[in-house]
């Protein structure tokens, strides 16, 4: 830290960045560089007067500063970092002080004072080396109640040459959709009141500059790790200057209170493409976030029943099914919707969580001793967080019940009050009596509709709830599943270990979903599917083999009924599964990186191993193209200098059509990383709705 002049300057760097912080005597401190590392031994102080704007006629005097948390009494022009009222419904209107730092190498806290209104402020920054992650939190205390309207994370400039921003929408089995918005004056508000992620609003933000591509240029980005409904503002000043804002949604703290935070906001600057922004969350995901139950294990091949029986469970076929799920290569059973209460549709028995004896009438364990002696573990699906009115639960209480009565339902459903003491007991004693008395490894934990109206504390309760759990049941691996990818986001995943990416098994819309979620996924997280020759979401028919690639993109696993696979698509599963089993000791520590494809109908990307020393590239060809042949593939992410040894792994999926002789249809060929990334690879014709996957080898 420097003082000189009167201006406090703090600094956080890596080998690749600078963030520097500065205010001036005991005002709100604000970012006034984030970029390239600067080098050893710069003037902090001539940066805060360099960054100094001029003013013209019809301004204020002086610039207000953007800050960690811009005060609306300073006349701030855009929207400010907070907004409460005291008890008597007044607003106000803060105007802090500083108070002190805490710093170190890797970590700033700066600490402010409104002693007039009996406020403190604290904004902490943490650099993770690794990665460089920035993790940014802000929290208030109060000497009385008051009420938080909003209160936003540390606030981030946007650069200004960047012409536009892209952030997600979607919806039910169209997850990860993106938007690309032009900056202008004026703000893109993203404002969520569902109480959840939500398929509509995943809590993400890219501000690639101008040129920036998946490969190349400096790009920013930014996460919202929270589990409840969020707010995101990105904001262009009229003076020009923009800043990124993210917090909780509006209103959504509902009761007056003395202690409010932030969740972490992950932020990501990257000199090397988008892609640079998605290595950084993938890698912090997986190695700070998510804590597996047994990080030696290799990831399992999954077998789920849910698109296969529905809810309709019989003991003798789900031991079939489950037969011929271990022979296809699954290693994991998970026994989805339907074996509790009177569960035989979606109207009945959330709440009622005991098994169903009419269909398992000496309990579970006949089938989890079949799936055990298949060589298989066992997992199971649970909706804790929902009830339905024809439920022995909502009979008993049907004041447990968040919202009105005469709410509107989501899939016959309404939402259990979770913050209250009582059914937070319940729902942990009524998990746990399952998990304590059966031989479970992994739970499927669903949520499939939104919140009747936006509260905070559910989100903060079902927090409570995994942390409990997860304590008294620690060898249990967790998946979020919301209707697929409705809840996902580093919040949930620091209590859980996998996400349902969508509820489309479609490979067509996997290729899309995935490469836009790899953005902040790692592969060891998101769940993927082989699902039937005929999608139940989409009605598309689609072949075997891009089922299978398509799901061994991410954690495979198999999502049908094995009975309906012909000789042949069951041969080409088995060899599928024996790849990626094969593999997998290495693509789970992959980076995941999105290839420029010069062709629109390609949708492609490189798995690169930790050490460089191998790769595997997919190319979906998602529908026609408009020239006749193939376009070069451009890779991404090699050492230009070294050799390559390539190969087309699925070389005899050539159809008939492709009549001519490109080199990878026959042999291997050895390539420059310079050349794989600047000309690409030609890949022989293949028909729509197909894909090509490539290994590399470094020689």
Known sequence: MSTVRDIRCWALQDQRQSLIVAAHGTDMAEVIYWGPRLPDGTDLEMLVAAAHMDVTGGMLDAVPPLSICPEARRSFPGQPGLSLTNSAGEALLPRFTFER?????????????????????????????????????????????????????????????????????????????????????????????????????????????????????????????????????????????????????????????????????????????????????????????????????????????????????????????????????????????????????????????????????????????????????FGIWFEPEMINRESDLFRAHPDWVLGDPDQVLGRQQMVLNIALPDVQDYLYDRVAAILADHPIDYVKWD???????????????????????????????????????????????????????????????????????????????????????????????????LRAWAAAQRHMGFEMDPRELTEEEADVLRQVTRWWKGNRHWTERADILRLDSDDPAVIAE?????????????????????????????????????LYEISLLNRDDAPGLSRGSPLLKTETARLSGQYLMHQGITLPWTFPQSIWVIEGTRL
């Not at 402010?112 to 403190?120: S, T």
């Not at 249990?476 to 489309?504: A, Q």
């Not at 930790?610 to 790769?615: A, Q």
């Not at 595997?616 to 230009?640: D, H, K, M, N, Y």
Request: glycine share 8%.
């Open 447 to 545: 949520h499939n509709r939104v919140l009747p109206e936006p509260d905070s504390a559910q989100a903060e309760a079902i927090y409570v709830l995994f942390d409990r759990l997860r304590a008294d049941f620690p060898t249990v691996e967790f998946e979020s599943c919301s209707s697929g990818g409705g809840r996902i986001d580093f919040g949930i995943l620091s209590r859980t270990h996998r996400v349902w990416l969508s509820d489309s098994n479609d490979p067509l819309e996997r290729l899309r979903i995935q490469h836009e979620a790899a953005l902040f996924l790692p592969m060891v997280v998101t769940g993927s599917h082989v699902g039937p020759r005929k999608c139940h979401t989409s009605g598309r028919v689609t072949d075997i083999r």
């Open 101 to 377: 730092v805490e710093e170190d190498d890797q970590t700033l806290t700066l600490l402010y004072h409104d002693a007039k209104n009996g406020l403190r402020y604290r904004a902490r920054f943490d650099l993770t080396l690794a990665t460089g992650m920035i993790r940014a939190t802000a929290s208030l205390t109060s000497e009385q109640p008051v009420s938080v309207n909003w209160l936003s994370a540390p606030v981030f400039p946007a650069p200004q040459n960047s012409h536009e921003m892209i952030d997600f929408h979607g919806r039910w089995i169209g997850e990860f959709q993106t938007s690309h918005t032009p900056w202008s004056v004026g703000a893109r508000l993203r404002d969520n009141p569902t109480g959840r992620t939500g398929h509509e609003h995943f809590p993400g933000l890219i501000v690639p500059c101008t040129g920036a591509t998946n490969s190349q240029g400096s790009a920013y980005a930014f996460h919202y790790g929270w589990s409840g409904g969020h707010k995101m503002l990105a904001e262009e000043l009229p003076d020009g200057r923009r800043q990124i804002q993210w917090g909780h949604a509006t209103g959504s703290r509902r009761s007056p209170g003395t202690q409010f935070e932030t969740a972490p906001l992950y932020a990501v600057f990257s000199d090397k493409g988008i892609n640079g922004c998605a290595i950084a969350f993938q890698r912090y995901l997986r190695d700070e976030i998510v804590q597996p139950p047994a990080p030696a294990r290799p990831r399992p091949v999954h077998y789920n029943c849910w698109e296969a029986v529905y809810f309709d469970h019989d003991h003798a076929t789900l031991c079939d099914i489950a037969s011929r799920a271990a022979a296809l290569g699954a290693e994991r059973f998970v026994l989805d919707d339907g074996w509790f209460g009177r569960r035989d549709d979606d109207t009945t028995s959330l709440g009622d969580w005991s098994i169903d004896r009419r269909k398992y009438p000496d309990g579970l364990m006949p089938l989890i001793n079949h799936v055990h002696a298949e060589g298989m573990t």
């Open 606 to 642: 490189l798995q690169r191993a930790e050490d460089g020393s191998r790769f595997v590239a997919f190319a979906g060809l998602s529908a026609a193209s408009a020239q006749i042949l193939p376009r070069p593939l451009r890779l991404t992410g090699l050492e230009p200098g070294t």
